[in-house]
């Protein structure tokens, strides 16, 4: 830069001993400028992205058959919950009624089984136990009267020894007699009523399974949306995990880009977005809804979702977009024209500022946001200084310059009231020139 800035200044000088100047006669260089303006800018993420519906269902069926018939087409609004399509289902629909008599049968059984009270074991032990009850307690009556009989000396001691013994035995007899009857009612009602129990349990299991495969016949949306896809026609075999129609929700769509990570670190769920779709004169608005947080493993780039409305439907699934996402808004920001800056071989960036003397003087700046031709900046220069935008590029530091009248007024030769004493006295020396 400063080789350029010296050839620049020595060509001056030696045009000006060509044209008979006298050789200490200070060139001066005609300019274009502009004043630093204090404003609001935004920082803007863009990329490119692809739009996608808001919800998609591929349907798939679950059973092999033939399309009996379609009672949609290609295009057709839908709604949740609606019959799209029949499969071929007889044979499905006869084992779901032959199961389903198989279960009814089971149902009547156990209601029966449970209703009908114990079984004919049961009861007979029931009865073997009340009989038992009631010869003990004969036995004990027998006892007490010849207790009695023995005691006032009628009776002799063998026939109380021997009524003792028979009431001993209708005891033993009577408790044998309740032990069987305990069991029985709890072991086995228990099993009647869970073997009952299981074979309704059984019939109801394959019942609700030939309903089921009678219901995957018939193909129903999952989703509100529109029809986009049927590829087959009736009568054709449709395959068991193979997508019979496609259904997309558009009412919204969402367009996903995937951004850079030092970009995507900007962006935040909620942020303001507009979608440039080909095609449209406008660009239609929505709003950041995903910032992936983790990086994609091939790209080592951040996924970003934007949704937009799409009432007309005319934004379309798959179409390549324009995606700008605003990142960050600030006020009162001191921007200058991007054809000001002057960028050095080490980064460092500078403008060539119009000083009050009428010369440009170089000074150095720091850069903020780019919006458009507009670049903040955050540190070097004050809103009214004037910085040079055409003919700075090799612009020698301390050069006097004149600005162009169209710059000012572009309808007067004159220059304008508004000029410092440094730019009127530039002007009047190039007119003398």
Request: charged residues 20%; proline residues 6%.
């Amino acid at each position: 830069m400063p080789l350029v800035r010296s050839a620049i200044a020595s060509a001056f000088l030696f045009l000006a001993a060509c044209s008979g100047n006298a050789p200490d006669k200070e060139p001066v260089v005609t300019v274009q400028a502009a004043p630093v303006q204090k404003t609001t800018i935004q920082r803007t993420v863009t990329a490119e992205a692809i739009l996608f519906p808001l919800q998609q269902a591929a349907i798939t069926p679950k059973i092999s058959a033939p399309v009996r018939t379609f009672q949609v087409k290609r295009g057709a609004k839908v709604h949740k919950g609606q019959l799209l399509a029949v499969l071929e289902n007889r044979d499905l629909a006869a084992a779901a009624q032959e199961n389903k008599g198989t279960y009814e049968q089971a149902e009547a059984a156990y209601t029966s089984t449970t209703a009908a009270g114990l079984p004919e074991e049961i009861q007979r032990a029931k009865l073997d136990t009340q009989a038992a009850k009631q010869a003990l307690d004969a036995a004990e009556k027998v006892y007490k009267s010849r207790e009695v009989l023995f005691q006032q000396g009628a009776l002799p001691r063998r026939q109380l020894d021997e009524a003792g013994v028979s009431l001993t035995q209708a005891r033993n007899a009577y408790d044998l007699a309740q032990r069987h009857l305990d069991s029985l009612m709890a072991v086995g009602k228990q099993q009647t009523l869970k073997s009952a129990h299981g074979q309704l349990e059984s019939a109801q299991g394959k019942y609700q399974g030939a309903e089921a495969q009678l219901s995957y016949s018939e193909i129903r949306s999952p989703i509100d949306g529109v029809v986009t896809d049927r590829p087959l026609y009736p009568g054709e075999m449709s395959a068991a995990g193979v997508p019979l129609i496609t259904v997309m929700d558009i009412s919204q769509i969402i367009a996903r880009a995937h951004i850079p990570q030092p970009e995507a670190a900007l962006l935040k769920v909620g942020d303001k977005a507009s979608i440039t779709v080909p095609g449209l004169d406008e660009p239609v608005t929505g709003k950041v809804t995903v910032v992936s947080p983790a990086l994609d493993p091939n790209s080592t780039t951040v996924e970003v979702w934007a949704q937009a409305a799409n009432p007309q439907r005319s934004l379309k699934p798959g179409t390549s977009v324009k995606l700008s996402m605003l990142a960050q808004t600030i006020p009162d920001a001191l921007v200058v024209p991007a054809s000001s800056l002057l960028t050095a071989t080490d980064g460092s960036t500078s403008v060539m500022l119009v000083g009050p003397d009428g010369r440009a003087h170089q000074k150095a700046v720091q850069v903020g946001i780019r919006q458009g031709d507009q670049v903040q900046i955050a540190q070097g220069l004050q809103a009214g200084d004037r910085v040079v935008t055409s003919g700075n590029y090799g612009l020698p530091d301390n050069t006097k310059v004149n600005i162009e009248a169209a710059a000012e007024n572009p309808t007067s030769d004159k220059p304008s009231a508004n000029k410092s004493d440094g730019e009127k006295s530039a002007d009047q020396s190039g007119s003398e020139k």
